[in-house]
């Protein structure tokens, strides 16, 4: 017995004395023992930006019943079918009001702030969190909201940027050159991936220039690949280089593996910003043709003499082109002074200009060259402030109405199913293209078009939908023709 109570007492003993219990069993480096290899340390880095990094958080009162269920509708930049997926994260909710959250920064001291355009679409409501973070210990000190508007947004390079009213100047982001950034470059990525806020990673560009989509939608930017861990949450939040400089805005990841990220270059978005400030979207000139690479096969088929060049397959009966001397079956190989040897070069030169402007096609036909001018169309017109907001109620179709996140019109985010128009063939989740009544055609380039159009109806009135659906591989258009009910008096 007093055998078996001493064997307690040394067992008591050892572990409640670890380096008495370690020299038995392990050893140990004194405490100042300095390291065998000395990294260097991100940390300057961080406390210079970690500061400028927002949390986002949105809410939206309107959007479709099975939104969580079935996934969102995806047109265009960031379809499934292209196997990337948009990372903000999305938080389910039995019920409404929806929720969503990302990443932003600060770029002025009196509160404009950059983020991607998927993080608040559709949102009602958009409140900006600001930590502030201690210098010396690195950890978060005090955290101040505020209310946010958006000032302008761009579906075409999912860019955003938003507006608060702060009290005091804020620390803000300095925005570097992302022309100069290289393959191997060490990159910081900074974020609130699933909600942890104020992560920080490391690694390196993996690639420039990437297409991460065969959407034409997509040929505006050419995304940054890197190696540091992105993850839902991240998305509209910077990537940073060593010099403490955005040079990117962490936008996409692959859905089929990891260390595969994407990041929208720097002075793509330092090019449109004025637009976002002035006018609330951007604006980009186009032809009005249809085009295509000019390959091996199509160099010797028609005789010409390099494999560069952009074949014009077709020309848009109503566009800027059809006013000019273009024709089908030219070759563009130069915009004023920019050489254009594919078809994103071309789009690239022509998207760059405003629309209005005047520009010099150099063409080859017939085996000889010839220039060609042509005044821009707009491809995209601006996004008014405050006419695209979703509507919450249901209108006198029966519908209740939300921007396109991708561009112009409608998108249908609910319906009555018992209403003429569901009856019809309409169904959530259409884009309603073209709304004709009384013998007039109108283009629904925005909610506000929409609800502006619908004012007119009268009950007992004709009316017809064009729309297109989509499935994820094939996209058709109709027409839906309805006639609004007269409402039944009651006793």
Known sequence: MISRFFNIILFVGLTSNPQLFAANLWTEKPANTPPLVQLPSVQPIVREVDSTVVFINCTSKGGAKKEEEEGPRRRGPMRPEDLFEKFFEQMPQQQQPRRSSGSGFIISKDGYILTNNHVIDNADKIEVTITRVDDKNQKSSKQDTYSAEIVGRDPRTDIALIKIKPTKDLQVAPLGDSEV?????????????????????VGIVSAKE?????????????????????????????????????IGINTAITAQGSGIGFAIPINVVKAIIPQLVEKGGVARGYLGVTIQDVTAEVKDAMGLDVAEGVLINGVA???????????????????????????????????????????????????????????????????????????????????????????????????????????????????????????????????????????????????????????????????????????????
């Not at 060490?186 to 991936?193: C, R, T």
């Not at 690949?225 to 910077?238: K, L, M, V, W």
């Not at 925005?446 to 017809?464: F, I, L, P, R």
């Open 210 to 246: 990437r297409e991460i989509s065969s959407n034409e939608n997509r040929r505006f930017d050419e995304f940054i690949q890197t190696d540091a861990a992105i993850n839902f949450g991240n998305s509209g939040g910077p990537l940073v280089n060593l010099k403490g400089e955005v």
């Open 317 to 491: 009966p109503d566009g800027p082109a059809a006013k000019s001397d273009v024709k089908s079956g030219d070759v563009i190989i130069q915009v004023n002074d920019l050489k254009t040897p594919d078809a994103k070069a071309l789009q690239k030169a022509v998207g760059s200009r405003p629309p209005g402007e005047i520009v010099t096609l150099l063409v080859t036909r017939d085996k000889k060259q010839r220039s060609v001018k042509i005044k821009l169309g707009a491809l995209d017109q601006p996004i008014v402030k405050g006419a695209n907001k979703p509507s919450t109620d249901e209108d006198l179709l029966g519908l209740v109405a939300g921007p396109n996140p991708q561009g112009t019109g409608v998108i249908v985010l609910d319906l009555d199913e018992d209403s003429p128009a569901a009856l019809s063939g309409l169904r959530p989740r259409d884009l309603l293209i073209e709304f004709h009544h009384d013998k007039k055609k109108i283009t629904l380039t925005s909610v506000k078009t929409y609800q502006d159009a619908v004012a007119k109806v009268k009950e007992g009135d004709s009316v017809v939908l064009q729309i297109e659906r989509s499935n994820g591989e094939v996209t058709i258009r109709s027409y839906i023709p309805f006639r609004v009910p007269a409402k039944q008096k009651r006793n």
């Open 181 to 201: 950034l290289s393959k191997g470059d060490w990159v910081i990525a900074l974020g609130n991936p699933f909600g942890l806020e104020h992560s920080v990673s």
